[in-house]
């Protein structure tokens, strides 16, 4: 982390977990473990948690987030959330392009693209994922794939609105997986993504972008891989369900 040039971000994915009672539960836990925070500390929650959640940060340092936005503000697209309507609720982040999103629901970097557009349009904050297969990383070409879904989601980004994006770099077989990059490797693939935004933007734009690693970040681990000059958070998925594991991490960030 370099906090002189950039804030740390230390962000929850919830994914599909928690009922809306499981929910207040968890955020109440959250709440005083992590209010003397020096870092932003956002919460990425199911469509049906975001009022719960948004009724009991008030008055914290927590912010809430959705895991995912639709491209289109109204339409025949049953089963989708608009990033109008998740503005209007008082949403202030939200998680476009996650690989769960990419392996399982048809995700491309074009649909990542479109959903940027919208989430900046609607006032947004984002956080964008990028990240490698197994399989592409074994083939050598992980600095290409992060790259081109860099660049293909930034496509009409202006350098204002990029102050209103985060990336987080989720390498896809270490999501879920028990497998972590190492933080050598966490750091060099944040160190290339900022390097395509610094062409795209400049140098200035891309020392003040927060990269994130994505990867099973968790309690153990966060120390090692906050320590590294380009990792600058995390997006947190299974220890973002445990309020002691998710406070470590944040606590982490704020040294």
Same mark, same amino acid.
């Given at each position: 982390?370099?906090k002189?040039?950039?804030?740390?971000?230390?962000a929850?994915?919830?994914?599909?977990?928690?009922?809306?009672p499981?929910?207040?539960a968890?955020?109440?836990?959250?709440?005083?473990?992590v209010?003397?925070?020096?870092?932003?500390?956002?919460?990425?929650?199911?469509?049906?948690?975001?009022?719960?959640?948004?009724?009991?940060?008030? @008055?914290s340092?927590i912010?809430?987030? =959705?895991e995912?936005?639709?491209? %289109?503000k109204? $339409?025949?697209?049953?089963? +989708?959330i *608009?990033?109008?309507?998740?503005?209007?609720?008082?949403?202030?982040?939200?998680?476009?392009?996650?690989?769960?999103?990419?392996?399982?629901?048809?995700?491309?970097?074009?649909t990542?693209?479109?959903?940027?557009?919208?989430?900046?349009d609607a006032?947004?904050?984002v956080i964008?994922?990028?990240?490698?297969?197994?399989?592409?990383?074994?083939? @050598?070409?992980t600095?290409?794939?992060? =790259?081109?879904?860099t660049?293909? %989601?930034?496509? $009409?980004?202006?350098?204002? +609105?990029? *102050?209103?994006i985060?990336?987080?770099y989720?390498p896809?077989?270490?999501i879920g997986?028990?497998?972590t990059?190492?933080a050598?490797q966490?750091?060099?693939?944040n160190?290339?993504?900022?390097?395509?935004?610094a062409k795209?933007?400049?140098e200035?734009?891309?020392?003040?972008?927060?990269?994130?690693?994505g990867?099973?970040m968790?309690?153990?681990?966060?120390?090692?891989?906050?320590?590294?000059?380009?990792?600058d958070g995390?997006?947190i998925g299974?220890?973002?369900?445990?309020?002691e594991d998710f406070?470590?991490?944040?606590?982490a960030?704020?040294?």
């Open positions: 982390m370099n002189q040039k950039r804030q740390a971000v230390i929850g994915n919830w994914k599909m977990n928690k009922t809306r499981e929910a207040k968890l955020i109440e836990q959250l709440k005083p473990l209010k003397d925070a020096d870092c932003g500390v956002v919460i990425c929650v199911p469509y049906t948690n975001l009022e719960t959640a948004l009724e009991a940060v008030k @008055g340092n912010k809430v987030g =959705a995912n936005c639709h491209w %289109a109204s $339409g025949a697209f049953t089963g +989708e *608009s990033a109008e309507m998740l503005a209007e609720m008082g949403v202030e982040y939200v998680v476009i392009g996650h690989s769960e999103r990419r392996q399982y629901f048809g995700e491309t970097d074009q990542v693209n479109q959903r940027v557009r919208a989430a900046l006032g947004l904050r964008l994922c990028v990240g490698e297969l197994l399989e592409q990383r074994e083939q @050598g070409i600095e290409e794939i992060c =790259a081109m879904q660049k293909i %989601a930034l496509g $009409g980004v202006t350098k204002e +609105e990029l *102050s209103r985060i990336i987080a989720e896809v077989w270490a997986t028990g497998k990059a190492t050598e966490a750091d060099e693939v160190g290339l993504i900022r390097s395509v935004v795209l933007y400049g200035e734009a891309a020392q003040a972008l927060t990269v994130q690693y990867g099973s968790n309690a153990k681990n966060a120390q090692e891989l906050l320590d590294k000059e380009h990792v995390g997006l299974g220890a973002s369900l445990k309020a406070s470590i991490i944040v606590k960030a704020s040294r």
